[in-house]
């Protein structure tokens, strides 16, 4: 996490002061702006892995914020920056990525939370073509490996392709027809059970990142990333 650079917009100077030293003890490369004109010129001038900014800017719309960034070429000729907002108030993911934003975090942080957080956006920075995961865990299609902490996981086809599903859409919500429809092919019928043994196969086979596969009662599954040890 050392070589990870990291630009914290925040236009209040006490909390700015409290997120720096967050984010230098875990080991991040900070630099600190309170403007939305100065966010911009240091994007212009160096490379950032991510942006933690408010969702509420005095001087300016986040949605214009973010499309001067995704739009200004000096700042577009560099590496990909992933943007992360910070909110007091409940977020809409769809409507954060229509505009710009890779994810966000509830204020006040939590020094966990926010931890984790950024290492989750970071580590998806670095997934290569065809890897799926967050954190420690990593699975690849095209090798049908999975990797945590760079440990090779041994997972049967069934347990590889229902994980593959959930990493696809962290968050969401699949049933279990959903995941029998993924498991099952011409001659093999799945039934829910079976569907419940290869999940718990899979937590177990997980280690510290079983916990990520969430039970949502009455409906299904999910990779719920805070759950997460890792």
Same mark, same amino acid.
Request: include cysteine.
């Given at each position: 996490?050392?070589?990870?650079?990291? &630009?914290?917009?925040?236009?209040?100077?006490?909390?700015?002061?409290?997120?720096?030293?967050?984010?230098?003890?875990?080991?991040?490369?900070?630099?600190?702006?309170?403007?939305?004109?100065?966010?911009?010129?240091?994007?212009?001038?160096?490379?950032?892995? &991510?942006?933690?900014?408010?969702?509420?800017?005095?001087?300016?719309?986040?949605?214009?914020?973010?499309?001067?960034?995704?739009?200004?070429?000096?700042?577009?000729?560099?590496?990909?920056?992933?943007?992360?907002?910070?909110?007091?108030?409940?977020?809409?993911?769809?409507?954060?990525?229509?505009?710009?934003?890779?994810?966000?975090?509830?204020?006040?942080?939590?020094?966990?939370? &926010?931890?984790?957080?950024?290492?989750?956006?970071?580590?998806?920075?670095?997934?290569?073509?065809?890897?799926?995961?967050?954190?420690?865990?990593?699975? $690849?299609?095209?090798?049908? $490996?999975?990797?945590?902490?760079?440990?090779?996981?041994?997972?049967?086809?069934?347990?590889?392709?229902?994980?593959?599903?959930?990493?696809?859409?962290?968050?969401?919500?699949?049933?279990?027809?959903? &995941? %029998?429809?993924?498991?099952?092919?011409?001659? %093999?019928?799945?039934? $829910?059970?079976?569907?419940?043994?290869?999940?718990?196969?899979?937590?177990?086979?997980?280690?510290?990142?079983?916990?990520?596969?969430?039970?949502?009662?009455?409906?299904?599954?999910?990779?719920?990333?805070?759950?997460?040890?890792?």
């Amino acid at each position: 996490m050392s070589s990870q650079h990291v &630009l914290i917009f925040e236009e209040d100077h006490d909390f700015q002061s409290i997120l720096h030293e967050q984010a230098k003890g875990d080991g991040l490369q900070v630099c600190l702006t309170s403007s939305a004109k100065d966010t911009l010129r240091e994007l212009e001038s160096r490379e950032f892995d &991510l942006l933690l900014t408010e969702m509420r800017i005095s001087e300016i719309l986040l949605s214009t914020f973010l499309h001067e960034i995704h739009t200004n070429p000096k700042i577009t000729r560099k590496p990909k920056i992933l943007v992360l907002c910070g909110s007091n108030s409940g977020a809409l993911m769809d409507e954060l990525k229509a505009i710009g934003a890779d994810d966000f975090i509830a204020k006040p942080f939590e020094r966990s939370g &926010l931890q984790q957080k950024v290492k989750s956006l970071l580590q998806k920075r670095t997934l290569k073509a065809g890897q799926l995961g967050f954190g420690d865990l990593v699975l $690849d299609s095209r090798s049908f $490996d999975v990797f945590v902490a760079s440990e090779r996981v041994h997972l049967t086809p069934n347990e590889f392709k229902l994980l593959q599903a959930l990493l696809a859409r962290p968050g969401e919500i699949h049933s279990r027809e959903q &995941l %029998i429809a993924i498991v099952q092919g011409e001659g %093999i019928a799945v039934v $829910d059970r079976a569907v419940d043994t290869h999940v718990f196969s899979l937590r177990k086979k997980l280690g510290s990142y079983g916990d990520c596969i969430e039970t949502v009662r009455g409906s299904g599954y999910r990779i719920n990333e805070k759950a997460s040890q890792g």
